[in-house]
């Protein structure tokens, strides 16, 4: 296992259309999150899990969002109904579980630049 | 809510000159305190961590020192090399991870 991958690396839509992400985390993290990163600023957390449990959401994250992480392996990031404002890297990052409320270190992928049109 | 905030760059220095990036928070909680680090090309790693107060996380050289009374966590190196050049990301966990808007770091020979 070499790290966290993503896939895909790059995705050109046009405004309206929907978009699905993966993401394939380190095998023995049960820990998975997604963050959105824009140029000049730093990843701005969007969800996590932990297994197939999704554990917290950003309020910032519109309806138009959904993650999954059905079998607690692999997860899937959607955007419905694209829009520009939307295009930024989108960035996944797996972990071991927290202990004691101490967090962990995260390993993240090199994340799927999204352009929206 | 909580939140990072930290030196804007960039900063430029010349090689074996002292290096400080200033990270500062605002958290409810106790939250564990991380420096990340971005080289050119490639992705987000780990630089140090510190889950508590007076913890000191060290890594490369640097070093950083969780301080509550001021609620900082300040990046430094002795001596930065060309090879430090990246952008560097002060961030937050406390049940979700907040990153600051990151400095880019160039040293020159």
């Known amino acids: 296992d070499t790290g966290v991958s993503q896939d895909p690396r790059h995705k050109i839509t046009k405004r309206g259309q929907n978009v699905t992400f993966r993401c394939d985390p380190i095998s023995e993290h049960n820990r998975l999150y997604w963050y959105r990163q824009t140029l000049g600023q730093g990843p701005e957390f969007l969800t996590y899990f932990q297994n197939e449990a999704q554990l917290e959401k950003s309020r910032l994250l519109s309806d138009r969002f959904s993650a999954e992480r059905p079998k607690g392996s692999f997860s899937t990031l959607e955007i419905q109904r694209t829009e520009q404002g939307d295009s930024a890297m989108y960035l996944c990052?797996?972990?071991?579980?927290?202990?004691?409320?101490?967090?962990?270190?995260?390993?993240f992928g090199p994340g799927t630049r999204l352009t929206v049109l | 809510g909580n939140s990072v905030t930290q030196m804007e760059g960039p900063v430029t220095l010349s090689e074996e000159a002292f290096l400080t990036i200033n990270c500062t928070y605002t958290?409810?909680?106790?939250?564990?305190l991380f420096w990340y680090v971005q080289y050119p090309g490639e992705g987000l790693q780990l630089l140090l961590k510190a889950t508590k107060a007076d913890d000191k996380g060290s890594n490369k050289g640097f070093e950083a020192t969780y301080r509550k009374e001021t609620t900082s966590f300040h990046l430094e190196k002795g001596s930065v090399q060309v090879s430090d050049s990246a952008v560097y990301f002060c961030a937050l966990w406390d049940n979700d991870m907040r990153f600051g808007a990151g400095t880019r770091l160039t040293v020159k020979p």
């Open positions: 990052a797996s972990s071991l579980p927290e202990l004691a409320g101490v967090g962990n270190e995260q390993f």
């Open positions: 958290a409810t909680g106790y939250p564990s």
